[in-house]
């Protein structure tokens, strides 16, 4: 059984631009959630979508917004890029509530 | 508001040596409690997790965690410790209303033969 995917693995962008992560869950698995993690903050959540619908959201701020596809893929951007918002975006995939996350090796974001 | 504390950023053991990896959580409910180990340049894995029941929980490669809701703790320990354990170690807490998690910082660990 394929495991969680994320691409692109590595990007760099500048300040201002947006960016678009794309992230395909474990075959059969509904629940798509993504963090950000960075050195010293750890793992912060940012939203969960289950079916489509955004069923959790962290508190970052509206430059980052998500959306789930019905094959249950699921997509985030970061609109005007910041220095601060250079981190691994891991997206993590599950069966159903509070069960275990399959976590993908993340994509690594750079921003100039 | 929901907060898992690691207090040990990074913690160095011989191999061999037991193990212990401290986590204390902020939770105005029953937790749901996790113990997830990220090798370099890895997502990261499930150790094990409690639910409920025996407090006591085994998990994979040996490491075991122990709930105590008095200590609102949930401490990771293994024996013996082995050098590919060296990883980051990640305490995490959630609820039953979805899969939203909140993470310690993370410990590293250094296994020296």
């Known amino acids: 059984k394929a495991g969680v995917t994320q691409t692109p693995r590595y990007l760099i962008k500048t300040r201002g631009q947006q960016v678009t992560l794309s992230c395909s869950p474990i075959?059969?698995?509904?629940?798509v959630s993504w963090y950000q993690q960075t050195p010293g903050q750890g793992l912060q959540f940012l939203f969960e979508?289950?079916?489509?619908?955004?069923?959790n959201k962290g508190n970052f701020p509206g430059r980052f917004s998500g959306r789930q596809f019905s094959n249950s893929r699921s997509e985030m951007n970061v609109s005007t890029l910041e220095l601060g918002d250079s981190a691994l975006y891991l997206c993590?995939?599950?069966?159903?509530?509070?069960?275990?996350?399959?976590f993908g090796e993340g994509s690594r974001l750079t921003v100039l | 508001a929901q907060s898992v504390t690691q207090p040990d950023i990074h913690i160095t053991v011989s191999e061999g040596a037991s193990l212990e990896l401290r986590c204390n959580y902020s939770?105005?409910?029953?937790?749901?409690l996790f113990w997830y180990v990220q090798s370099p340049g890895q997502g990261l894995q499930l150790l094990l997790k409690?639910?409920?029941?025996?407090?006591l929980v085994q998990g994979i490669k040996g490491f075991e965690a122990e709930f105590k809701r008095s200590q609102s703790s949930f401490n990771l320990r293994k024996p013996s410790v082995h050098w590919s354990d060296a990883a980051e170690y990640f305490c995490?807490?959630?609820?039953?209303?979805?899969?939203?998690?909140?993470f310690g910082t993370g410990t590293s660990l250094t296994v020296i033969p």
């Open positions: 993590a995939s599950s069966l159903g509530m509070a069960g275990e996350l399959f």
């Open positions: 075959s059969g698995h509904r629940s």
């Open positions: 979508y289950f079916s489509e619908t955004q069923r």
């Open positions: 939770y105005g409910a029953t937790p749901y």
């Open positions: 409690y639910f409920s029941g025996d407090t």
């Open positions: 995490a807490v959630g609820q039953n209303t979805g899969n939203q998690f909140y």
